[in-house]
């Protein structure tokens, strides 16, 4: 069997074992087959040919079994909990607002179904496809394995700075439990602050009891210049990172065993609070006038490339493509699940999370625009300012301001924890696929996350210092941005035009054991957009994001960024979609003939794909061995041991 790029399909006869008319072993003109006998001729007895022709024996390997998860909810929580993150509460409700209101959400959707879906349902098809993470299920084409590498990197970066925010939930729900709550204006520290005339005097700005606790109390930005004075490790902070890795270690300490019972708190926890604070919300006067602000569409806006690019950015950073987890956590599902069934109820739960997470932001806004005699445009604002400024400002104008402010930074601790379950178990199945025999010893295994967790911490110190917003907006800026972009791009081309699409899609419906004939038109479109639609519009994205930010300084608040702090994060970005150049040319040095040759040997899949399926039902006669065994191969005999074989056989006779 083959496919449309004309390789092998995996599992076919073709590659499952070599051609018998190529290996095969030449004696004085007679040909033995590579299991050292001639199928039409008498058998010869194995001690003499064996000790005489060490030619390899294609002998099953023990693998360690592989885990799989409890039920199919536990699987589908874990995908809604990783890719409901803190991006659709505190980015995708200022992106609409911002592009145009409700018009933005036709490019939104337009980018979902071209780009986030098909997107979507590759990384988890090959998952659970080849039942392997990141870096192995590139079995399938090795000359691609740096797109598992730099997926690892990627992923790193995201966790590194991620469970920094993490930290400030913990910091701020720990000071949720004073009453009256310590940014408000009912705080006797604060008794000063609201209602005075003076302002920062570098900006002129008045500033808020919330933006005082959140740079002073909180980060300790006031006591830095920028990237070059990181200064001390704020301590506080510093214990709430621990106590957040901590969380971490305990809850995927079992693997998915675990992670997979945790989700079904964290998952659906956060939609109770949603769902709460929408109630509240629209009891409230002025939030018809924030929803107003949230909604009201500006058609001019689709005119405008940014738009478009926000769009596309929001789709990658809310589902979560391209970092590795979709693909682990789709490696432990049954052979049998459902990939397109799990691919629409995921990505549609997850965009209608973004949307209506707006009404619950922009209800209550409205409500502290309404309070303060000012425009909504002027109180909203996007990612840490929405989630640590001005929405805890919101909360503290709200009766029982204490109770809602729990609530709000309970939900953003699960969103967080939850989406940091998937980054991690995207580098833990990497690693653990990598090296198996710490899969089957749960203390080497306990102590490999122990040490992966504390090593993350240390890092993450410099992101709690003084001057540690600076390294988180540029670690943020760039971990996720080309870098992705590149990685994303390659695995569609190479997918398409290398594993072949054709393949690709026979492989979803041999998955889907009954098929229903909705499933096979679906991946025709799902194809085209592999092929044509998506690698073209991730191309719109990548040139748009080079001129941007060639034209364009980054800064947080009033500090713009030198040049060589952006160089800095241009290399961070490179260092991870440099990975695959780095594991192709080494892919292609490993093999042998001509540059051409080594290529085609380079994009075939090797023995050994599929063979983690084996723990699926009927499928034990798919395992092959582990490596690919190269062909034609000769192996010379001398004419005695020609003699003898012939004098054995004559014997029996």
């Known amino acids: 069997m083959q496919d449309a790029s004309g390789k092998a399909a995996p599992g076919s006869p073709a590659v499952a074992s070599a051609n018998p008319a190529q290996n095969s072993v030449h004696l004085n003109g007679n040909s033995v087959t590579q299991n050292g006998h001639d199928p039409t001729a008498t058998p010869v007895p194995q001690s003499e040919f064996e000790s005489r022709s060490p030619i ?47 018009v933005f959400l036709i490019p939104y959707f337009i980018m979902l179904f071209v780009t986030g879906v098909p997107l979507f349902l590759m990384e988890l098809s090959l998952g659970q496809y080849g039942a392997a993470g990141p870096i192995t299920v590139w079995k399938c084409c090795p000359l691609l394995k740096g797109i598992g590498i730099g997926m690892l990197c990627v992923s790193t970066l995201v966790c590194l700075y991620y469970n920094v925010i993490i930290a400030w939930t913990f910091y701020y729900l720990g000071s949720s439990f004073q009453s009256p709550l310590p940014w408000s204006c009912e705080a006797v520290a604060n008794a000063g602050l609201c209602g005075n005339t003076t302002g920062n005097s570098s900006t002129g700005k008045v500033l808020s009891p919330t933006e005082i606790f959140w740079n002073e109390r909180v980060l300790g930005v006031v006591h830095s210049e920028g990237l070059h004075d990181p200064g001390p490790v704020r301590w506080p902070l510093a214990l709430c990172l621990l106590a957040a890795w901590i969380i971490i270690f305990l809850c995927m300490l079992k693997g998915i065993r675990s992670s997979g019972k945790v989700v079904y708190v964290t998952a659906t926890f956060p939609y109770f609070v949603l769902i709460v604070l929408i109630i509240r919300g629209a009891t409230l006067e002025g939030s018809l006038q924030g929803v107003a602000f949230y909604l009201t569409p500006d058609w001019g806006r689709l005119a405008n490339a940014q738009v478009w690019n926000d769009a596309a950015s929001q789709i990658f950073y809310s589902l979560g493509i391209g970092v590795g987890g979709l693909l682990s956590m789709a490696s432990y599902n049954k052979f049998d699940n459902n990939v397109i069934r799990d691919t629409l109820i995921i990505t549609t739960g997850n965009c209608s999370t973004s949307f209506f997470a707006g009404f619950a932001i922009f209800s209550i806004l409205g409500h502290m625009a309404w309070r303060k005699g000012v425009p909504v445009g002027q109180v909203a604002d996007t990612g840490p300012g929405l989630a640590f400024v001005a929405y805890p400002e919101a909360l503290a104008l709200l009766p029982g301001s204490v109770f809602w402010s729990i609530l709000f930074f309970l939900m953003l601790f699960m969103l967080g924890i939850d989406t940091l379950f998937g980054n991690m178990e995207g580098i833990t199945t990497a690693v653990l696929d990598e090296f198996p025999h710490l899969r089957g010893n749960t203390l080497h295994k306990s102590l490999f996350l122990g040490v992966l967790c504390f090593c993350f911490y240390l890092m993450g110190l410099l992101l709690v210092t003084d001057g540690g917003i600076y390294w988180f907006t540029l670690i943020d800026s760039f971990s996720t941005s080309f870098g992705l972009i590149i990685i994303t791009l390659f695995m569609c081309i190479g997918i398409s035009f290398f594993y072949g699409v054709n393949q690709f899609c026979q492989d979803i419906i041999d998955m889907i054991c009954h098929c229903p004939p909705w499933c096979t038109k679906v991946l025709l479109y799902f194809k085209a957009c592999w092929v044509f639609f998506t690698p073209f519009l991730l191309l719109f994205i990548l040139t748009y994001i080079f001129i941007e ?46 540059l051409k040759d080594r290529f085609q040997k380079a994009i075939r899949p090797l023995n050994s794909w599929r063979v983690n399926n084996l723990n699926s039902m009927g499928r034990v006669e798919e395992r092959v061995e582990p490596e690919r065994v190269e062909a034609p191969f000769t192996v010379t005999l001398t004419d005695m041991d020609f003699t003898a074989m012939m004098w054995e056989a004559g014997s029996q006779t």
């Open 549 to 594: 930010m060639y034209n364009t300084s980054l800064h947080y608040g009033a500090y713009v960024y030198p040049r060589w702090g952006k160089a800095l994060g241009a290399c961070i970005g490179a260092t991870c979609c440099l990975q695959i150049l780095i594991w192709a040319v080494v892919a292609i040095c490993k093999e042998t003939g001509t």
């Open 56 to 102: 390899p024996a294609l002998t099953p390997t023990a693998t360690v079994p592989r885990e799989q998860w409890g039920g199919k909810y536990e699987f589908l929580l874990s995908c809604i909990g990783y890719c409901v993150g803190l991006g659709n509460v505190w980015r995708f409700p200022y992106l609409c607002y911002r592009n145009g209101g409700g």
